[in-house]
């Protein structure tokens, strides 16, 4: 039987961390959608926060779809990968860039 080079283990191992990672992000909006009192504008703050929720639980479900298509995929797999990648690469810029100007902007 063969089996797979080590960095192949380590890119489906790391795929499987991002789609943990995005599960339990998106799970946390969800909650913090559950659990927020409706008011004024408390409906509005819920469709946001399960809105935002969306785009981890996609990323989730496409990282952990391709870890599982590693051994058999092929060149389709490794786009998507590169594609997974990419997109939790760009989204931890954005929100890292998001926290430091929030950060910049209550010390102000």
Do not use: D, Y
């Not at 995005?22 to 799970?27: C, Q």
């Not at 797999?77 to 997109?87: Q, W």
Request: hydrophobic residues 60%; proline residues 2%.
């Amino acid at each position: 039987m063969v089996q797979m080079p080590g960095t192949v283990k380590s890119a489906r191992a790391l795929l499987l961390v991002v789609g943990a990672g995005n599960i339990v992000a998106s799970l946390w909006l969800m909650m913090a959608a559950a659990t927020l009192r409706t008011g004024a504008m408390g409906q509005l703050v819920i469709g946001l926060l399960l809105l935002a929720a969306l785009p981890f639980g996609t990323v989730a479900a496409a990282a952990i779809v391709i870890a599982a298509k590693f051994t058999t995929g092929g060149h389709r797999v490794r786009i998507g990968a590169v594609a997974v990648g990419s997109l939790t690469v760009v989204g931890s810029s954005i929100i890292a860039g998001t926290a430091i100007s929030a950060k910049l902007h209550n010390g102000a």
